[in-house]
């Protein structure tokens, strides 16, 4: 009983004894492990993220600004600056320093304010912010306004206000080419058209200079520097041409004009040889020194007058996108006639047809496998006719049996060959490969019947872009070569060395160069003797194909399709080597001008203003026919002092005759005066020992008139006149356009440009 006290004492003891061991396991393990987290947190903070960790101390103790690299320029063919960066500069104040310097808030904010055209209150908001060390008010602002903010800062002897130099790009053309050469947005990324496409060369890599800073982000003088150049951007030469894109544009907006076009215009230039754009255009464009603006005056008022409605944001972004899109390269339309080329090719090549194929056309016809009877555009139909007549006439029904004759298999593969399923791979983004029939509707004519394919022979019910048919018709012309379109020739670095030159480059063979030899034969003869008359230019042989197409696509309020027309040609020069191929497509027309709307009549003789102005500017010569001479300008030397009989005879060597007026021995006078230019074939009145009386005479509306009667108006008046496009006599061609509007007071004697077009020409 003694030691039983004992016992339970000694068990006590080593319990607490195990207690004790057991706390102190515990608390080592914890120990450890808190130690261990300590380590790896360590290890983290100082290995692991040191990186991370160690930027953030030096943002916290640097201040990084950054050096804006130099945008690459953009230049033309011929070396023409078409986009370039300009010196503008942004506009900070620093709150700090202007508190210390006590400078005068309200002063500073009034003049600023007027200065920058902002509202005077914010600025003296972000004056007194002292939340940021600099707070910038405005952003590239030019150098007349920043030379403003500098005079400012002189005269008052302010500290705070700071001008930091930084670019704005400029495009010295304005709207030419703008959806070719794109814009830069707010952060100077290139967006739209070459910009866009080749930004990474452009836009090079901006520089840096990081500084030390102590608290509110005072610089530290004397202390930490370092500086990392910018690199400036590579520069592109592009294929284009400005003076060429500035004449095709002008003719395209003076169609427009003429014609009363509701919807714009699009064409291009392009080497049929090598495949260089030499101009592409889009009609309404816009000025990328203002991408954001509506160019429009007529789209811009629309858009204005939903301010304040929920439309408004929504078409005011539509408005944007359809004036920057490149319509030549994105959009798909029905070429109409013009694709009747490229059928008649692969007809020829595959030896379907030939020259002395026939065909007869009597305005409408049930074609095998048609539901529906197929109409020619010309209701009283074209009569017997063979190959060439087909193409020249643009006879539908013929046509329809040529691609009966080519067979839905080998049609399909000479579109292939063409292109036409495919893109074309110029170096420009946004390009879209048009909608063509999938190949069981063409080829299984037993299941689907022929319309697919007899449609297709004549560029109905299908849509593919200006691009890929420029790009087609011009290996039919230049001896079968499918060429890849280009538009940037060469790419060099601001040292000037040659980072890339572009080289034409073949895609495929499409027809064999003795077809291509025929094909230009008969292009030609589309102009001396078919639809395209319109478009005949003097000294030049000219060649193409007329279209029209109705936009089905396109309906009414009632869900019904507007019978809205594009009106295109394809014009080809000279026809004998062609090199240059021009295409123009005015979208559609207004019947309120009362002209048949026509390829013929609306798009052909503005081609033929455009190869007018371009062909000589390229070098291409005029080669006069007999008849032609006598029609061309000449500029009239001055003949005082000549005796009759010189005078006479100089005037027969340049294609002029003389009417005598008054007797002497030598001319004291003439009309037209020196340095006028008057057509081949004019009289020239000479004075002898007389003074030619000086009158002015009001211009005629030479509107409607033939030939005959222009040139009796003309004629009664004292005035000469130039004819240019269709230069038939006969009474159904007509002056369509005068380079000088009725009722314009001009010199007697002056020579008046009249445009005559062939109202009678479709298709």
């Not at 990084?64 to 104040?93: C, F, Q």
């Not at 309020?557 to 004998?576: C, H, R, W, Y």
């Amino acid at each position: 009983m003694g030691e039983r006290p004992k016992k339970q004492t000694y068990e006590r003891v080593r319990l607490d004894s195990a207690r004790q061991i057991r706390l102190m396991i515990v608390m080592a393990v914890l120990g450890v492990g808190a130690l261990l987290l300590v380590i790896w947190r360590l290890y983290s903070l100082m290995i692991q993220d040191y990186d991370y960790y160690a930027g953030l101390a030096l943002r916290n103790q640097t201040r990084t600004t950054t050096v804006t690299a130099h945008r690459g320029d953009i230049y033309d063919r011929n070396m023409n600056i078409l986009a370039t960066d300009r010196s503008v500069e942004n506009v900070y104040l620093d709150p700090h320093e202007l508190k210390q310097s006590k400078a005068d808030i309200d002063d500073i904010a009034r003049t600023l304010g007027a200065i920058l055209e902002k509202d005077p209150e914010w600025i003296r908001e972000q004056a007194l912010d002292f939340k940021q060390r600099y707070k910038q008010v405005a952003a590239r602002v030019e150098e007349e306004t920043a030379a403003q903010i500098r005079a400012y800062i002189n005269e008052k002897e302010i500290s705070g206000i700071h001008l930091e130099p930084n670019a704005k790009r400029f495009y010295p053309y304005g709207t030419l080419a703008a959806q070719v050469i794109g814009f830069t947005n707010a952060s100077n990324e290139g967006s739209e058209g070459v910009e866009a496409a080749y930004n990474s060369f452009l836009s090079g890599a901006a520089g840096r200079v990081i500084t030390t800073k102590g608290n509110n982000e005072m610089d530290m003088p004397f202390s930490y520097e370092n500086f990392v150049a910018s690199r400036s951007g590579c520069s592109l030469v592009l294929t284009l041409d400005a003076t060429v894109q500035a004449c095709l544009e002008k003719q395209m907006a003076a169609a427009i004009d003429r014609y009363a076009v509701q919807n714009g215009a699009f064409g291009l230039v392009m080497n049929a040889k090598t495949g260089e754009i030499l101009a592409m255009a889009t009609l309404g464009s816009y000025d990328p020194n203002n991408y954001l603006e509506i160019h429009d005056p007529d789209t811009a008022a629309e858009v204005e007058a939903l301010k304040g409605t929920e439309s408004y944001a929504e078409a005011l972004n539509a408005a944007r996108l359809k004036q920057w899109r490149n319509r030549v390269l994105s959009d798909g339309y029905e070429p109409g006639s013009t694709f009747k080329v490229l059928t008649m090719a692969a007809a020829l090549d595959c030896g379907a047809i030939d020259l002395n194929t026939s065909f007869h056309c009597s305005g409408a016809e049930q074609i095998p496998g048609r539901s529906q009877l197929l109409h020619c555009w010309r209701s009283q139909g074209h009569g017997a006719e063979q190959t060439p007549q087909a193409l020249q006439n643009s006879c539908n029904l013929a046509f329809a049996h040529i691609a009966l004759k080519l067979g839905g298999e080998r049609f399909y593969d000479y579109i292939e060959k063409f292109g036409i399923l495919e893109k074309t791979g110029i170096d420009l983004s946004g390009e879209s490969k048009g909608i063509f029939f999938d190949r069981e509707l063409i080829v299984n004519t037993d299941k689907w019947g022929t319309a697919s394919l007899t449609s297709g022979s004549f560029g109905q019910t299908f849509k593919l872009t200006p691009l890929q048919l420029v790009r087609a018709i011009a290996s039919v012309v230049n001896g079968g070569s499918l060429m890849e379109p280009y538009i940037v020739s060469e790419i060099f670095d601001a040292d000037g060395n040659t980072v890339m030159k572009a080289e034409p480059t073949v895609v495929r063979q499409t027809i064999s160069p003795e077809t291509s030899d025929t094909m230009r034969t008969l292009i030609r003869s589309v102009v001396t003797e078919g639809t395209a008359k319109n478009a005949q230019v003097a000294g030049f042989s000219i060649g193409g194909k007329t279209g029209t197409s109705e936009k089905i696509d396109v309906l009414d309020e009632n869900g019904q399709p507007t019978l809205d027309k594009i009106v295109s040609f394809v014009g080809i020069a000279p026809m004998e080597d062609p090199e240059y191929i021009v295409l123009v497509a005015l979208d559609t027309p207004s019947r309120s001008t009362g002209l048949y709307i026509s390829g013929g009549v609306m798009a052909a003789p503005t081609v033929g203003a455009v190869m007018a102005d371009i062909l000589p500017y390229l070098g291409v010569q005029r080669q006069f026919s007999e008849e032609e001479v006598a029609s061309q300008t000449v500029i009239l030397e001055d003949l005082t002092g000549f005796s009759q009989k010189d005078a006479e005879k100089y005037l027969k060597s340049v294609a002029l005759s003389a009417k005598i007026i008054g007797q002497g021995d030598a001319v004291t006078d003439q009309l037209p005066s020196p340095g006028e230019s008057l057509p081949g074939g004019s009289q020239v009145l000479l004075y002898l020992g007389e003074t030619a009386e000086e009158a002015q005479v009001e211009v005629p509306d030479f509107s409607g008139m033939n030939r005959a009667q222009a040139s009796d108006a003309a004629g009664k008046l004292g005035l000469y006149i130039l004819v240019t496009g269709n230069t038939d006599i006969a009474p159904n061609v007509t002056v369509t356009a005068q380079d000088i509007p009725a009722g314009t007071a001009v010199d007697r004697g002056s020579t008046i440009t009249l445009e005559f077009t062939d109202l009678s020409s479709r298709d």
